[in-house]
């Protein structure tokens, strides 16, 4: 059982670049999302999605797009990057219909921009 | 809006003291939803405990144990003995229920340094 699968693990940006950054999970998972923590903030919210097909801005959405094609894959999309944006960025799914169920995190993608 | 604050940034003790961890936090919801989680020098996010709003009952897992006072709007994290290994940043969060539990809203950590 794999959880909550994010890839990569470390890149390395020049400004101005766009790259993706995948999250892949095997729960059947209705709900996911994507965090971006930075020192002493603490995680904050960039996008989610209910279901397939539905997305919505979180906290911080700007400079950040996504979509949800499946079940199963929420990637996140850089459009232009900026140093602004260099983070650790964490993706998170769980089940519909049991709010106290706690969120399944990803190992996270350790993100620099030059 | 909801939020989440934990005061203190680091602490650092010594093997076998207890540490006790605040969590302060701001909701208009009557049903909410608490989290702690542990993040470990390698990065990941380990869920440690949840608690909901109409439940007041302490807990205790072992070693550690968690205070929730809705009187006071805290929910507070102990560590009883703490070993090298508890070495790791710690973070509350809050789902408020009509966010159906997917946003959630971090404090900024508590960095806990236990030194042999």
């Known amino acids: 059982n794999a959880g909550v699968t994010q890839t990569p693990k470390f890149q390395v940006l020049k400004t101005g670049q766009s790259m993706t950054l995948q999250c892949a999970q095997d729960?059947?998972?209705?709900?996911m999302s994507w965090y971006r923590q930075d020192p002493g903030m603490g995680l904050r919210l960039i996008h989610y999605?209910?279901?397939?097909?539905?997305?919505d801005q979180g906290e911080v959405p700007n400079g950040y797009n996504v979509s949800r094609s499946t079940t199963e894959d929420f990637p996140l999309r850089l459009l232009s990057a900026a140093p602004s944006q260099t983070s650790v960025y964490f993706c998170?799914?769980?089940?519909?219909?049991?709010?106290?169920?706690?969120?399944?995190f990803g190992d996270g993608t350790r993100l620099s921009i030059l | 809006a909801q939020k989440v604050t934990q005061a203190q940034t680091e602490i650092s003790v010594v093997e076998k003291e207890d540490v006790t961890l605040d969590c302060v936090y701001e909701t208009r919801d009557t049903t909410y939803y608490l989290f702690w989680y542990k993040q470990p020098p390698s990065g990941e996010l380990v869920f440690l405990i949840r608690?909901?709003?109409?439940?007041?009952q302490n807990e205790i897992s072992g070693r550690y144990s968690w205070n929730f006072q809705k009187s006071t709007s805290s929910f507070n994290f102990t560590i009883t003995a703490s070993q090298v290994v508890d070495s790791a940043v710690y973070f509350c969060a809050l789902s408020e229920e009509n966010d159906a539990g997917n946003k959630l809203t971090f404090g900024g950590g508590t960095r806990v340094l236990v030194k042999p």
């Open positions: 999605s209910v279901g397939a097909g539905i997305t």
């Open positions: 729960m059947n998972h209705e709900y």
């Open positions: 998170a799914s769980r089940r519909r219909g049991d709010s106290n169920q706690p969120q399944h």
């Open positions: 608690r909901n709003s109409f439940d007041e």
